[in-house]
T-cell receptor, first 113, second 113 residues
Framework: DVKVTQSSRYLVKRTGEKVFLECVQD?????MFWYRQDPGLGLRLIYF???????EKGDIPEGYSVSREKKERFSLILESASTNQTSMYLC????????????FGPGTRLTVT | DQQVKQNSPSLSVQEGRISILNCDYT??????FLWYKKYPAEGPTFLIS?????DKNEDGRFTVFLNKSAKHLSLHIVPSQPGDSAVYFC????????????FGTGTQLKVEL
């Protein structure tokens, strides 16, 4: 089975702190994604990566950056956390060939106070 | 602009009855659709998909119907079970590579005893 793990299930940070969310997948997938989920807004893509050191902006990249130094690991960085970044953050991975299916991690519930 | 729309934020169904979740899309270039299921505090899990060359795909209690002329798809669950209570998202791959998915806003299904 594909496994996508995220470094924390719950996180509480203060406004202005730098926040790192890490995601690791064990299926050698080329593509990795970061989403946030908010009530009534569904899943919105923040950033994605289709190869090591490659990244592309998604629909809502403002206030975020990402890093992909190794194929299995994709990090989301909040440079200076703000209260409007309180959300559920979901990481996903996918093969990029032959199927559009993405496999999700359990999510990180981030609260910024 | 929301290219994949789920206009019903919630749906309540009695156990044993049919649940019908609807999804509309605006981009006629979409040629593949996926449904995901999400429980609270967990990541979404893939449920079923359909290619535009088909108008129906079935997997056990779950059937997805696609009406290309109406740009509409629906997920039927029959019979509904309490364990089906979750948020359901429809999604479609975007053009441009990387297998990005555009998600709808989700429908909360509640199956009551």
């Amino acid at each position: 089975d594909v496994k996508v793990t995220q470094s924390s299930r719950y996180l509480v940070k203060r406004t202005g702190e730098k926040v790192f969310l890490e995601c690791v997948q064990d299926m050698d997938h080329e593509n990795m994604f970061w989403y946030r989920q908010d009530p009534g807004l569904g899943l919105r893509l923040i950033y994605f990566s289709y190869d090591v050191k490659m990244k592309e902006k998604g629909d809502i990249p403002e206030g975020y950056s990402v890093s992909r130094e190794k194929k299995e690991r994709f990090s989301l960085i909040l440079e200076s956390a703000s209260t409007n970044q309180t959300s559920m953050y979901l990481c996903a991975s996918g093969t990029g060939t032959g199927t559009y299916e993405q496999y999700f991690g359990p999510g990180t519930r981030l609260t910024v106070t | 602009d929301q290219q994949v729309k789920q206009n019903s934020p919630s749906l309540s169904v009695q156990e044993g009855r049919i649940s019908i979740l609807n999804c509309d899309y605006t981009n006629s270039m979409f040629d593949y659709f996926l449904w995901y299921k999400k429980y609270p505090a967990e990541g979404p899990t893939f449920l079923i998909s359909i290619s535009s060359i088909k108008d129906k795909n079935e997997d056990g209690r779950f059937t997805v119907f696609l009406n290309k002329s109406a740009k509409h798809l629906s997920l039927h669950i029959v019979p509904s079970q309490p364990g089906d209570s979750a948020v359901y998202f429809c999604a479609a791959p975007e053009a441009g590579g990387g297998n990005k998915l555009t998600f709808g806003t989700g429908t909360q299904l509640k199956v009551e005893l």
